[in-house]
């Protein structure tokens, strides 16, 4: 096991050993520990970091180091990433890979700094204008975060899509044991602007959006199939199944071992990439299953959505789904128990 | 027999502008400098939403067609990357003073070596003549249909001087088009921007005024006047405002 490191740090270097040269952004809790580290990191590697005028400015900065083909990353909070979400279409609409980092924190408008999830619809369903999806990936430890960093860069560059990586305010701010990946050597994108015009592009008004429209739906379903990522545990024989995700899904994850240890047939599924969802999790859970359960960290209930829709997708069958949205916070495994008890009692009605 | 100039190649393609506009004329000046300076194989362009998006059509060049008013930060991760490559911003009014304003400034407060070139035409051109932050005192657009009122809407602004007064830049100037020599005037200053990016001198911006037949309701003719005797001597003078060191 390695060093004890802050999250923020850790997700910060992981960035600097995958390749990442290039930082712009602006300040916000609880994210902001990872500028403050890549704005002395990346001048030590040769990189560039710019701390911008904005968010918005930050995300159109990636833009342009992108363009060059450079790998480049922001990072902010579920406010700051609103901002950011004109420059995510763009990013989406030109095929260019970067790296988003959300440290979600509870709330609507300006929020709070408690530790959250509320920002799952729209990291899952593209937050800006058009048509796009990004993938998003979703961390449960520190560990699996530099993990996730990683292999964010290499999806982004692989399919050239934005990938958001996920996570929530308190893993930014808590320390792990953790062993940093190797330092890679870094790359350049070959279809990078070089100034002499090596890859042409379409005139801007000479696209066929009919044509684009069945490249990047053949794309997405490429991601879907082959991207899906996920943790599960006792499904196969479970009359419930939890799902939740990130510090949440961990807390679910121990909630469950107890459970099973006192006798109860119960079953998780911890989704590593919410989009794309992890339908085939799903597919390995009992078909006799009685129902399925959420915990999340918001207050009107959002993974729910995806839960039912995969029921239907895959189970093809009217089991109910069951939401605990614990607005913030990271449930204990204690309140996670209650809210099975509670579902079994007959006191919780399914939202589905 | 007269001799024809040779169309620069990197804008050898149809642009879709309306007659009697500025864009082509001062395009066209670009390209030529870029080709004086044999830089016209090595630059990208960074391009605005408005009339400007029409340059993403005619060139060939490297270019990322930004969102509205982000080229001066889109063009700042270009070039922060690129040091070698010569980045252009290529914006209107409106896309670079209005929505733009916060990117365009803190581009220039950066001194970013990069070269901003603003198309003013004192109205959203593309978007059909509304007012912009250039709009003159009184001029009647699609959003002031009783002329502009300044002491609701604010004064025109003045971008190169602002810069040249305000921020460590390393050139700024305005530039009209509206007679050869102004052209030729508006040339040296297009260059001397150039220059100031190739010896990493700074920042440098060009401001060019522009007719907008269409949206002033006037004829080419009349949309020269306007500029030469409405628009230069009362609010915006043709010149350097901070010319290069040593130069």
């Known amino acids: 096991m390695g060093d004890m490191i802050k999250g923020n740090e850790a997700i910060a270097e992981a960035a600097i050993r995958a390749g990442a040269r290039f930082y712009a952004g602006y300040p916000i809790t609880p994210s902001t520990e990872i500028m403050e580290y890549l704005s002395g990191r990346l001048e030590e590697v040769g990189g560039t970091f710019i701390q911008a005028e904005s968010e918005i400015a930050g995300i159109n900065m990636v833009i342009g180091a992108s363009s060059c083909g450079v790998r480049a990353l922001t990072a902010s909070s579920g406010p700051g990433i609103s901002l950011k979400q004109e420059g995510m279409t763009t990013l989406s609409d030109e095929e260019l890979p970067a790296v988003v980092i959300n440290m979600v924190r509870y709330g609507n408008g300006i929020g709070t700094l408690l530790t959250a999830q509320c920002d799952y619809l729209r990291e899952t369903r593209g937050g800006g204008n058009g048509d ?32 958001v990586f996920m996570s929530e305010g308190a893993l930014g701010q808590m320390m792990e044991p953790c062993d940093l990946p190797k330092m890679q050597e870094v790359k350049r994108y070959g279809w990078g602007f070089d100034g002499k015009y090596t890859n042409k592009l379409i005139g801007i008004f000479d696209r066929d959006s009919m044509k684009e429209s069945v490249l990047m739906n053949e794309k ?133 | 027999m007269a001799k024809a100039k040779k169309v620069p190649e990197s804008i050898d393609r149809l642009m879709g502008f309306c007659p009697g506009c500025g864009h082509g ?76 304003l916060a990117e365009t400034t803190a581009a220039a407060y950066r001194n970013e070596n990069i070269t901003v070139f603003i198309v003013n035409n004192t109205n959203y051109g593309m978007t059909g003549g509304q007012m912009s932050h250039t709009t003159m005192p009184g001029q009647i657009t699609t959003t002031s249909p009783h002329g502009r009122n300044c002491d609701v809407t604010g004064y025109p602004i003045r971008f190169p001087e602002l810069v040249a007064s305000q921020f460590n830049v390393a050139y700024s100037a305005r530039g009209s088009i509206t007679s050869p020599a102004q052209i030729n005037n508006a040339k040296k200053y297009i260059k001397n921007a150039l220059e100031a990016q190739i010896n990493h001198e ?19 003719m009349e949309a020269k006047t306007r500029i030469d005797e409405d628009l230069t001597p009362s609010y915006y003078p043709v010149g350097e405002f901070k010319a290069r060191e040593g130069k």
Request: net charge negative.
């Open chain 2, 25 to 100: 004329v001062v395009i066209r000046l670009i390209a030529e400098c870029l080709e004086e300076l044999g830089q016209d194989k090595n630059v990208i362009f960074g391009i605005g939403v408005g009339c400007s998006s029409l340059l993403g059509g005619g060139l060939e060049t490297d270019r990322r067609h930004c969102s509205h008013g982000r080229a001066g930060a889109v063009c700042t991760g270009m070039k922060r990357v690129n040091p070698d490559n010569i980045v252009i911003a290529y914006q209107g009014d409106g896309d670079a003073y209005s929505i733009g």
């Open chain 1, 132 to 163: 796009y999806r990004c993938i998003v990936l979703c961390p449960s430890s520190i560990q699996e975060a530099v993990e996730l960093i990683t292999l964010a860069f290499d999806l982004a560059e692989k399919y050239r899509m934005v990938s």
């Open chain 2, 202 to 220: 700074g920042y440098s911006v060009v401001e060019l005024l522009s007719g907008c037949p269409t949206n002033w309701g006037m004829s080419a």
């Open chain 1, 220 to 352: 997405y379903n490429k991601v879907k199939e082959n991207e899906q990522r996920w943790e599960s545990g006792y499904v196969d024989d479970a009359e419930y199944v939890f799902v939740s995700y990130g510090l949440p899904g961990r807390s679910t994850k121990g909630a469950v071992e107890q459970l099973r240890a006192e006798g109860h047939k119960v079953g998780f599924i911890r989704p590593i990439t919410v989009w794309p969802f992890p339908v085939k999790a799903f597919e390995e859970v009992n078909p006799n299953v009685k129902g399925f359960i959420t915990i999340e960290a918001n207050a009107t209930g959002q993974l729910i959505d995806d839960v039912a829709l995969t029921i239907k997708k895959v189970l093809r069958a009217d089991i109910p789904a069951y939401c605990n949205p614990h607005v913030y916070g990271i449930p204990s495994m204690k309140t996670i128990k209650e809210d099975y008890n509670k579902v079994i009692s007959g006191e919780m009605k399914e939202v589905y």
